[in-house]
C-alpha cells in the first residue's frame, strides 16, 4: 500500500524517511512512501490515486469536496502531521468512515520557546540592532526595551504550550494570568486564571495558545484591542485565525498596541512554506503589517526544531500502524464517545 505525503519539505523527506527505516513500525513491511512537494487541494487530489492513506500538514486543504475526492480514488485514511485540525471537515471525514489521527503533541517546549524568542526580540528590537549594526550604524535611539522581569504576560489557552511557556516565564520573574474555559490545576503553580475581558487590561504581553475554532476566531479584535494596556505586545504562535488582521493594523497605527509578533497568519495557506520572493504579493494586509517597525512576522516555524520532526514523525507511522492493524488509536479524532456537535466546540484533550 502507498502512503501520499502532501506538502512534504526537503526536512519532512529526511526525518519521515530516517524515523521509517529505522523503527520498527508494522509498516514498514508493507507501506511505500510516496512525497508530493505540493500540497493537497481540489487542484492536486487526484494525485492521491493508489494511495490508501495520505499525510498532510496545516495548510493542506481537507474541506469536503476534497474528502469525497479523497474516498473516490480510494484513500481511507488522512494522518495529520500537526496538532491543529481547523483545515479538516470532521463531519465529513466521519460520515465518509475515514480514519483520522493527528500528532496531538510534539515538544510543546518548540513552540513555547520560539514564543520566547518572538517576545524578547519585539520587545528588545534584536530583530532591528541585527540590520542596523551590519550597515555601520550603532545608534541605540528607538532601540529601548523593558526589563521582563516583573511584567504581566496573559497567556490565552494554557495547554501543552500554554503551560511549557509559563514554565519559562516563570524562570524570567514574570507576573502570569491565563485565560482558559478549562482551567487546570497545573496552571495554578504559576499564577492566576482570570476572564479574557479582567487578562487584557493587565498585561504587558499577550502570548495565544488556544485552538482555532468558532468561539476562539477573532478572539483578538477590535473591542478587545480596546480593553488591551496602551502599548501592550500580542504574540501569535497559535493560529492566524484568532486575529482580526484589519483591526490589528488599526491598532498599530493609532500606537494603542505596542508590537505584534505572529508566527501564523489568517490568509498564509496562499504564501507560507512557499518562496515567493519573485512574486509580487496580492496580500496587502500582510504587506502593510511587514511595513511596521514593530511587527515581526515568521513563516509558521514555531514548531520546527530537530525534536519536534522527530516526534512528529514517529507518531505519524504509529497512527498509520494503527490504521493498518485496525487496532484503536488514541489520536483518532473521529468516532470519539462524544457526538460530532459537541466535540467540535471542545478541544483536543490529553
Ligand atoms: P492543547 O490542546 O494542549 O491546549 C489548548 C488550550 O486552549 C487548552 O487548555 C484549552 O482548554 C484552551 N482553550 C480552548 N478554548 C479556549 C478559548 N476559547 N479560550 C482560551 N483557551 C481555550 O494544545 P497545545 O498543544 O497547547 O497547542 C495550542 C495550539 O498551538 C494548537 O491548537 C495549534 O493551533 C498551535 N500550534 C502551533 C504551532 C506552530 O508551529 N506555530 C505548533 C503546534 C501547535
Redesign the pocket.
Known sequence: MKLAIFGSKQYDKRFISAVFASSEFESKKSVELVFHDFPLSTDTVALAQGAEAVCVF?NDNLSAPVLEALHGVGVRAILLR???Y?NLDLETAERLGFFVANV???S?E??AE?AIALIQTLNRNTHRAYNRVREGNFNLDGLLGKTLRGKTVGI?????????LARILQGFGCRLLA????P?DAFKQYGEYLA?DDLLPQCDFVSL?????D??RH?INEHSLLKMKKGAMIVN???GGLIHTKSVIAALKNRHLGGLAL??YEAEAALFYQDHSDDIIQDDELMRLLTFPNVLVSG?????TEEALTEISECTLRNLDDFLQKVPCKNSLVNKEKPLAKRAS?????
Do not use: E, W
Open positions: 496545516v500537526c496538532a491543529g481547523n496531538p503533541a510534539y510543546p518548540a513552540v520560539f490565552v489557552g494554557v495547554g501543552k504550550i500554554g503551560l511549557a485565560f482558559d474555559p478549562f487546570t479574557l495558545h488556544c485552538p482555532l475554532m468561539s476562539t478572539i504562535t497559535s493560529r508566527d501564523v509558521h516555524q514555531a514548531f520546527f471542545i478541544p483536543v484533550r490529553i
